[in-house]
């Protein structure tokens, strides 16, 4: 007998040094992120682009906002989820302004990753983007991507978890998740996956952070 899967909708995102860098703050206590983004007005406007299209698909699919739940990448359990959706989005984050607008149509917002795992991946983000010699980068990049890959692995399963856990019956499911996640492949034995892709900026990834 076919398993009767529930509906998701996911929607893979790119990050900016800024967003990672503003959530990274909130969560360490800070003012000020130790993230340091650059020259980057072009990535930063083609990620404006890229959530004014993901914007357009999803107003056209007309979804019933009252009987929707907000999955977020990087947006911790802590029991204060709105005010840092509210924080980052007062700070001009495309992806956050967009979230809160879901908010205000009557959407549910969800905790979805674990604190702790979280500042581990920003601990290791400050450390590769800190200003070092080309040797010293090169050795933290390798770091990075050797820890962090591990790292995307745990924080998908607690997400898949997060997921499974709180939806409630009836209620429609909107992941917003960076495209070097695999949570969609874990997703696929319980959910039937409904994806809103726009063009990603791949030609700018420089500025831009993933996980």
Not at 67 to 91: F, H, K, W
Not at 174 to 190: A, Q, T
Request: hydrophobic share 40%.
């Amino acid at each position: 007998m076919m398993k009767d899967l529930k509906k998701l909708i996911y929607v893979p995102i790119l990050h900016t040094r800024e967003d990672s860098g503003r959530t990274a703050s909130i969560l360490n206590g800070n003012e000020k992120s130790n993230i340091k983004a650059g020259k980057i007005d072009k990535e930063l406007s083609a990620v404006d682009e890229m959530w004014d299209g993901i914007a357009a698909k999803i107003k056209e699919l007309n979804l019933p906002w009252d009987q929707m739940r907000v999955y977020q990448d990087g947006l911790p359990v802590c029991g204060n989820e709105l005010e840092i959706v509210t924080r980052i989005a007062e700070s001009g984050s495309p992806n956050f302004l967009f979230v809160l607008d879901l908010l205000q149509k009557r959407a549910k917002l969800e905790g979805t990753e674990n604190l702790d795992l979280l500042i581990r991946e920003y601990d290791l983000l400050n450390k590769l983007l800190m200003n070092n010699s080309d040797r010293d980068r090169k050795a933290k990049a390798a770091e990075y991507q050797a820890n962090s890959r591990e790292l995307l692995t745990l924080r998908d399963e607690f997400i898949l978890n997060r997921i499974t856990s709180t939806l409630q019956k009836g209620e429609l499911p909107i992941v917003f998740m960076g495209v070097m996640h695999r949570l969609d492949k874990m997703l696929e034995r319980d959910f039937l996956i409904s994806y809103v892709i726009y063009r990603l900026p791949f030609r700018n990834m420089g500025a831009i952070y993933n996980a």
